[in-house]
């Protein structure tokens, strides 16, 4: 493998995939095997279920008018994400100018978005997965710059921000001060969707963390929407049952408090299932690359806001909870108030 760019697209398409049956299905006809990354022992970095990869074959793309050689590879995660990546063979004498320009080219345009819906049917189609049921559709992009061979010469702010125009000295300062290297023959830069990758030797491990940490984006972004989208509904619920007489006001509060509670234990359990996806403990270089990745992500805000709508929800749950209880409390004592005036009743008849 020679130097290339990767070109990534990567879909929530459903709640969890079972992996053990994607490899039943799909190893008959094509290429599969797990994740493993290459440089590391296995106790250094624990992925707690390796996404299965599919081989989708090569082809020729064009783009800008010139031919690619081009391979596409799927990555199936069990938290319900398929991650497709295009992989496009440079020349090995292309002009600085000329990647440059290509950068430009594939941060503008839409012609590949085809490309990847149609091996993204191709994978649902083949594994029986329909469509979300709520119509939401989640996705996220990014480009790596892969090469074994690079020229030290060479500027490479303006192919990661695909930027034709001169670049100012602070620019450049931000987008390198997320460079990472551990020998003389690797190097790596990360941006918020792109990172340019070099190492002699060929090893992938770096672009493997960096699909794992724009998978965890893409989840906490998505339930992040679900959680939005499911306080908008209860708090209309809310208002709906406030219009109610008391009894039926009181049976939807219940039946929202319930939903409250559902809701709180999926989403906790989903997130803490995203973080722990992958571990890194041992390794202190790519726990470094992995940790820098997710915080140029912003997956922290993203794992705070979480937080923080689930606090509202617990806190519209209290403040339900406290609602019915005080009607019990009213109900049991009219009830109580009721069988005191019966029983006066029942003492003056006698008399």
Known sequence: MGNS????????????????????????????????????????????NPPVTVELGSSKTVLNGSEYHSTATARIFDLGVVSIVLKLDLDPHIKYEQLRDLSVFLYQTTDLEAIFEGFLAIIKTSLDIPDRPDGNSFVEDFSIYFFRTWDKSWNPTPILLAEKEPLSEQTVRETLKNSFSYGTGDMAIITWDSALVYDSEGSTDIPDLLEFATTQLLELRYYDTVLTRELDRMYDSIEMADKQGWWTKIRQYRRIMKNFMEIVIDITDITERIQKQITVTEDVFYARVYGSALSIFRTREWTESIQHKIQLIQRTYSMLNDEVVNYRSLLVELAIVGLIVFEVILTLIEY
Not at 5 to 25: A, F, G, N, Q, S
């Open 5 to 48: 760019i990767w070109i990534y697209r990567i879909y929530d398409i459903t709640e969890e995939i079972d992996l053990r049956r994607v490899e039943e299905k799909l190893s008959p006809d094509k290429p599969t095997s797990r994740l493993r990354l290459s440089r590391v022992r296995p106790k250094s970095i624990h992925i707690d």
